[in-house]
């Protein structure tokens, strides 16, 4: 490829998000990064005010009108696509089932499964003809039921599948999902914060603990693997559900955010 790949990035103003974009810019890819509120902004601060071929969209990844604009926001003003990472994300409601508010349990399941959906849909037309890639960053509740995470966990295993999906009707796109880890980010500290009233004890204790013992991983380790599977996953990937330390997944270098 000779113009420097072109990469959408969602929930980008804080946390994996945020690291996605450092790491993108790092290697001096155009990069789109979309959020509701840019208020805290880790990204601009990350990668410097005037960092050229860089475009903020504020949306809602739960609104389909929305999503359809920050692709065509980013083909306007880039021209193309080559990627579309798929990272924004909500753990609410941390509530068991028989209390979880069936609002805010859809709600989930709308941000965290059908947003990737319309994003994938916009973008499909443009990554076949850059024989792009899409990355989903799941999480290993797609697999595991964690009390209290009902709506997270059925959300992140939809979009697991979904990646399966596209892989099957897609094949001029490589998609992949990713488990970041563990990873220090507002999304932690809202477990350790709320999480004991919806969890078992002792696996509210384990988040506590894994914090007290550093163990959280630091957003720029994830963020580089999910890089390097934006710009340079080959298709014998497409389908896979990957953890963060799969070593078929290389990495790319940078400070951290
Ligand atoms: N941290 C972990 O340990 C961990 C583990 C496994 C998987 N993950 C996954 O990794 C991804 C990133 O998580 P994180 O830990 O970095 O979380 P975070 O710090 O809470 O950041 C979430 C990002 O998503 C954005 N967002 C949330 N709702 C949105 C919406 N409706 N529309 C557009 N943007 C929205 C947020 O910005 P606004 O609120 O301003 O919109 C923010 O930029 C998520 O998909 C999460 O499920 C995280």
């Known amino acids: ?29 155009r990069v789109s990064v979309a959020a509701r509120d840019w208020r805290g902004d880790q990204t601009r601060r990350a990668i410097g005010p005037s960092a050229k071929n860089y475009l903020q969209l504020t949306g809602d990844v739960a ?12 083909l306007s003003r880039f021209g193309r696509l080559d990627a579309l990472v798929n990272n924004a994300g909500i753990l609410d ?33 443009h ?45 001029d796109i490589t998609t ?16 350790r914060k709320e999480g004991a009233g919806a969890m078992a004890a002792a696996k509210a204790a384990y988040f506590h603990q894994l914090k007290a013992d550093g163990r959280l991983l630091d957003p720029m380790v994830p963020a580089g693997k999910i890089a390097w599977l934006a710009i340079a996953a080959p298709p014998d990937l497409t389908g896979e559900f990957l953890d963060y330390d799969d070593p078929r997944i290389g990495n790319v270098q940078g400070d951290t955010v």
């Open 93 to 125: 409601p941390l509530a068991r089932l028989a209390d979880a508010d069936p609002e805010a349990w859809q709600h989930n399941l709308t941000v965290n499964l059908t947003g990737p959906f319309y994003l994938a849909q916009g973008a499909i037309p």
């Open 127 to 171: 990554l076949r003809s850059t024989r792009g890639r899409i990355v989903n960053v799941s999480s290993g509740a797609a697999v595991k039921a964690i009390e209290g995470w009902s709506a997270y966990c059925v959300a992140k295993a939809g979009l697991t599948h979904l990646t399966r999906l596209l892989a099957a009707e897609e094949p």
């Open 176 to 191: 992949v999902a990713l488990r970041p880890g563990v990873v220090d980010t507002a999304m932690q500290a809202k477990i």
């Open 63 to 74: 609104h389909a009108a929305d999503c359809r604009r920050m692709v065509a926001d980013t």
């Open 1 to 29: 490829m000779t113009a420097k790949p072109v990469v959408l990035v969602t929930g980008a103003s804080r946390g994996i998000g945020a690291a996605v974009a450092k790491r993108l810019r790092d290697l001096e890819c």
